[in-house]
Each structure stands twice: as C-alpha cells, then as structure tokens.
C-alpha cells in the first residue's frame, strides 16, 4: 500500500511565523505535490515536484515555498504565515506520467493549519 | 481555462438503493479520470480510475466513462450508511508541464439514510 505522511495532523502557529509542513511517502513515487483544501473552493494545488529539486508553481504558489532535497521529502513552507492561510494542508504523490496514464494521486491524512 | 463540474449535492438516497454520481469535463483530450471518496475531516482515498469509454466495476462501485460526452459517473450499488461521504471527481491534464496533474472537482456529498 502506498503510505504518505504528514508531519502534523493540527497546527496552531501565530502570524509572522515561518512555518514548515513536511510530506514523506514510501513508495518511490517520483511526483508530488501540495494542495490546501478551503470550504466551497475544492483541492487548489499550490506547488508540485516531477523531481529531486525540481518544483513547479501550481495555481496558488503566492505566499509559500518549497523544498524536495530527497525523493520522499517534499517540504510546503509558509515564509510568513497569515490568517488567510489557515486551512486543510495536503500532500499527495504520484508515479511518473512516463509509467502510464492510469495512475492517480495518493494522499497524505492532512495537516489541519490555524493561524492566529 | 480547464473545468471538472460536479453537483455540490447533498445527494440523499436510502440505504440499498443505487447512488449515481456525476461528472462533466471541458478538455477533450483528458485522457484518465479518478473518483475519490473523502470522508469529513479525512483526506482523500483514491477509489476508482479509468481510461477506456464504457463500465468499470470494482465490488459495489461502477465507474462509467463516455468521452464523446465528456462525461464520467460513479454508480454505488447496494448504498450504505457508511458510503455518506464527499465524492470528488478528477481529470489527469494531458499536455506540456502540467502532465500528471489532476484537475479535482468540487465534489458531491453523498448521504445515503438508513
């Protein structure tokens, strides 16, 4: 079974902070990517990796950065946090597009963020 | 601007009856589709894929792709209580940097009553 883990489940950080979220998987999935997920806005994908130091911006990349120094290891950090990026933070990986179509995406459980 | 509709629901049927979910995609060469099942407050589990027009079975579920229509549905048959969950729908882009990305719907919540 393909297991991705989160480094917290909840988070409770204060406005300003820098803020590090990480995502391990174990199946030597060469894709991965992080996504929020807000009510009635759906899964928005905010950066994604193809490979070992290779990201890509997704659709909402303002306000975060990441890090993938190793193939299981993708890093989401919040440079600065703030109340508008409280949210449902998830991580998912994927094998590569070169492996076939018919893979889709597994998801780590979520790392629930409040900033105050 | 590429686009996955579903009904945001809530679809309510009784326990034992057939749920059906569906789903409409604008990108004519979307070439794999996904259903996930994600229950509140969980994340999302991958439950059904598929590439070729026509039906798909795994157990209870029945995944249905017509790609002249652009359209894909989930068939849950045999619905219980513990199917009640949100249901979102995914499209694999096709071309340039995006490939492997999904494009996710909003989802449908289902709730199937005892």
New interface residues.
Partial sequence: DVKVTQSSRYLVKRTGEKVFLECVQDMDHE?M?WYRQDP????R?IY?S?DVKMK?K?DIPEGYSVSREKKERFSLILESASTNQTSMY?CAS?L??LAG??????????TRLTVL | QKEVEQNSGPLSVPEGAIASLNCTYSDRVSQSFFWYRQYSGKSPELIMSIYSNGDKEDGRFTAQLNKASQYVSLLIRDSQPSDSATYLCAVKENYGGSQGNLIFGKGTKLSVKP
Avoid: K, T
């Avoid at chain 1, 179509?101 to 979520?110: A, I, S």
């Fill in positions: 894709n990517f009635g806005l759906g899964l994908l994604f193809y890509e997704g998830l994927s590569s597009i179509g018919l893979f889709g995406q597994y998801f780590g459980p979520g």
